[in-house]
T-cell receptor, first 117, second 120 residues
């Protein structure tokens, strides 16, 4: 069974600084997607970034980028120039890439990020 | 982007009563919807997956007779918590898959804003 592990329950960063959130996963499949979701205090889940396993290039979305190490099964999220609005719970998630519409998202336990002014 | 709504956003009900939560995809047709449960400061736990016009598939340990899911149309799924008890108090989130296909064969999944259920 696939598992997703986030070993940092809480992290803190100064405004304008850079922070990296860690995520490792375990799977025997070769075709899959990895995601980072943000859940602010409103609790609305927001997709931050998505990585297709078949792509070697790391995904980037503005200030957010990932370091995808497929062999090591590692998928970290880097937030540059941190802003107060980045404070939230961040979830790493895995989903199988093939096999139909009902493939499930498997979430990690989350990392609570605080941004200090 | 695609929008998923949930109604109500919060509800308080008495123990022993039933409560229905609606999940709607507002600007796309959702062939598959997912229902999650989230306790404070914890991750999302998938309860069930529903496909339009067919029975929901429940995750292991989720009581299908207690958490009734109906996906009656391509834009609406409902979760009914029957005979609610205080331990059912939680945050319930729905998510919907649209019909488009991403590069690599995957799909987009959009989340609703959640419903906070309190059973007294």
């Amino acid at each position: 069974a696939q598992t997703v592990t986030q070993s940092q329950p809480e992290m803190s960063v100064q405004e304008a600084e850079t922070v990296t959130l860690s995520c490792t996963y375990d799977t025997s499949e070769s075709d899959y997607y990895l995601f980072w979701y943000k859940q602010p205090p409103s609790r609305q889940m927001i997709l931050v970034i998505r990585q297709e396993a078949y792509k070697q290039q790391n995904a980037t979305e503005n200030r957010f980028s990932v370091n995808f190490q497929k062999a090591a099964k590692s998928f970290s999220l880097k937030i540059s120039d941190s802003q107060l609005g980045d404070a939230a719970m961040y979830f790493c998630a895995y989903r199988r890439g093939y096999g139909g519409a009902t493939n499930k998202l498997i979430f990690g336990t989350g990392t609570l990020l605080a941004v200090q002014p | 982007g695609a929008v998923v709504s949930q109604h109500p956003s919060w509800v308080i009900c008495k123990s022993g009563t039933s409560v229905k939560i609606e999940c709607r995809s507002l600007d796309f047709q959702a062939t598959t919807m997912f229902w999650y449960r989230q306790f404070p400061k914890q991750s999302l736990m998938l309860m069930a997956t529903s496909n339009e016009g067919s029975k929901a598939t429940y995750e292991q340990g989720v009581e299908k007779d207690k958490f009734l899911i109906n996906h009656a149309s391509l834009t609406l799924s409902t979760l009914t918590v029957t005979s609610a008890h205080p331990e059912d108090s939680s945050f319930y989130i729905c998510s919907a898959r649209d019909g488009s296909v991403l590069a690599g064969g995957g799909y987009e999944q959009y989340f609703g804003p959640g419903t906070r259920l309190t059973v007294t």
